[in-house]
């Protein structure tokens, strides 16, 4: 197979990433034709202990990092104000972080594959990771409403919502408490459990809020089978109980920092 059939697949997807990594369409576009050209010219070899796609990206970060271009980042205008608020958004984090966080989230990779990428070792991705959550959550502190009828676990996830900065606005253990609580104080993000105290669903009262309210919703739930149905648009942002502490604090990263609501 040539090296373009390997490849191609690939190429929409690191374009993205060369778009949100510097903040501009033509210079991440730049940035992938150098790629490309290296490759093809020899200059450049795909590491045959790595997938074409991680090595892909890879070959990407050598030229990105070698040329200095962290240091040429720039905000452009894609004429979508949501993208435009992300890019202003991920121009804050360090380069590294930014990397880091964009590898993991947006592209989907596992810390194992993004240590790959970036030559360096797992412990040291989870810690840029953790800083650029740490810098999004403080830049997107907003207030948190937690649908959950379980009193410890609401605590849980109280304690971590405030952790990470955030307010906790109010605790609702059924579809009636969780209507009522968002018409006293609207959350900029929704925590909900699918199965409530009366035998209510929060997945019901999740589709009442959103028809008055554009907010990010993470679910973290018992029951996901409940959700992965495929005869509904499922959500995005999708936590299984019993959750990883890391893992709540990664979603709300990512919910809050990529719902287009959100504004830079």
């Known amino acids: 197979m040539s090296l373009l059939a390997r490849l191609a697949p690939h190429l929409p997807y690191v374009r993205r990433f060369a778009r949100a990594l510097t903040g501009d369409q033509a210079t991440g576009d730049h940035y992938v034709r150098v790629a490309l050209e290296a490759l093809a010219a020899g200059e450049r070899q795909l590491p045959a202990d790595m997938t074409p796609r991680v090595a892909l990206y890879h070959i990407f970060h050598a030229i990105w990092s070698s040329s200095g271009a962290q240091l040429e980042d720039h905000e452009g205008v ?3 104000a949501a993208e435009d608020n992300a890019s202003r958004r991920l121009l804050k984090i360090s380069p590294a972080s930014r990397q880091a966080f964009l590898l993991t989230s947006l592209e989907g990779f596992t810390p194992s594959e993004t240590a790959q990428i970036l030559d360096i070792d797992i412990s040291a991705v989870e810690r840029l990771v953790g800083q650029a959550q ?28 405030r952790e990470l900065g955030h307010r906790v606005t109010g605790t609702a253990a059924t579809h009636t408490e969780a209507v009522e609580a968002v018409r006293q104080k609207r959350p900029g993000l929704v925590l909900a459990d699918i199965q409530l105290a009366d035998g209510s669903s929060g997945i019901d009262a999740v589709k009442e809020i959103l028809q008055s309210l554009d907010v990010p919703v993470i679910f973290i739930t018992a029951f996901p089978e409940r959700l992965l149905t495929g005869e509904r648009p499922e959500p995005t942002f999708l936590i299984t109980k019993p959750f990883q502490p890391e893992t709540v604090k990664a979603a709300i990263s990512q919910a809050l920092f990529f719902h287009p609501s959100q504004r830079g």
């Open 134 to 161: 740490t810098d999004i959550d403080a830049e997107l502190a907003t207030d948190v409403l937690i649908i959950e009828d379980e009193a410890i676990i609401a605590a849980d996830i109280e304690s971590l919502v």
């Open 78 to 80: 894609s004429g979508n």
